[in-house]
T-cell receptor
Framework: LAKTTQPISMDSYEGQEVNITCSHN???????ITWYQQFPSQGPRFIIQ???TKVTNEVASLFIPADRKSSTLSLPRVSLSDTAVYYC????????????FGSGTKLNVKP | NAGVTQTPKFRILKIGQSMTLQCAQD?????MYWYRQDPGMGLKLIYY???????DKGEVPNGYNVSRSTTEDFPLRLELAAPSQTSVYFC?????????FGQGTRLTVV
């Protein structure tokens, strides 16, 4: 399973765009990149998943460069309610037996 | 469709006691997981299951046991509770794309 590295914490202000980068230098050919969000006292919640280039949904965008050794989760115009921990996971979608979370990035959105 | 349901939500145990954390899902997930999360830390995988009758250890299995007699239920057993097992426990079921988590069980061992 590819190891991931994320910043421990980030600060932002309401209305700003936030980009959280995840490094995964030993990503394998069949690995997908998935991001989860966790609010205090709740279980993580799926945000977005991608394999290469760019994926966008109603919540976020995921940018993956050609070498796939890193990925960037982009949250447009954050609000106070986006304050949470964001986890980057890397692994095979159809063989995700050991589903490991790292330490995540604590995003603190300020008014 | 309730998703993944964990019971109880809170529990206080005395050192040496045992208990079972219940996890039930109605989404027909084959893959299910148990995690623990200590304050300010990420999730650590305790055990996982890829289907009824099949379980395997994760990162931190010591002091825990699991069973998977049905697709729906994946209980986590703590034997001889220790203060180091004070944590929030999350159960999850997963599709090929995403995992769905329960609301967690906050366990304190005193």
């Amino acid at each position: 399973l590819a190891k991931t590295t994320q910043p421990i914490s980030m600060d932002s202000y309401e209305g700003q765009e936030v980009n959280i980068t995840c490094s995964h230098n030993n990503i394998a050919t069949n690995d997908y990149i998935t991001w989860y969000q966790q609010f205090p006292s709740q279980g993580p919640r799926f945000i977005i998943q991608g394999y290469k280039t760019k994926v966008t949904n109603e919540v976020a965008s995921l940018f993956i460069p050609a070498d796939r050794k890193s990925s960037t989760l982009s949250l447009p115009r954050v609000s106070l309610s986006d304050t949470a921990v964001y986890y980057c996971l890397v692994g095979e979608t159809y063989n995700f037996n050991k589903f490991y979370f790292g330490s995540g990035t604590k995003l603190n959105v300020k008014p | 469709n309730a998703g993944v349901t964990q019971t109880p939500k809170f529990r206080i145990l005395k050192i040496g006691q045992s208990m079972t954390l219940q996890c039930a899902q109605d989404m027909n997930h084959n893959y299910m997981y148990w995690y623990r999360q200590d304050p300010g830390m990420g999730l650590k995988l305790i055990y996982y299951s890829v289907g009824a009758g099949i379980t395997d250890k994760g990162e931190v299995p010591n002091g825990y046991n699991v069973s998977r007699s049905t697709t729906e239920d994946f209980p986590l057993r703590l034997e001889l509770a220790a203060p180091s097992q004070t944590s929030v426990y999350f159960c999850a079921g997963r599709t090929n794309t995403e995992a769905f988590f329960g609301q967690g069980t906050r366990l304190t061992v005193v």
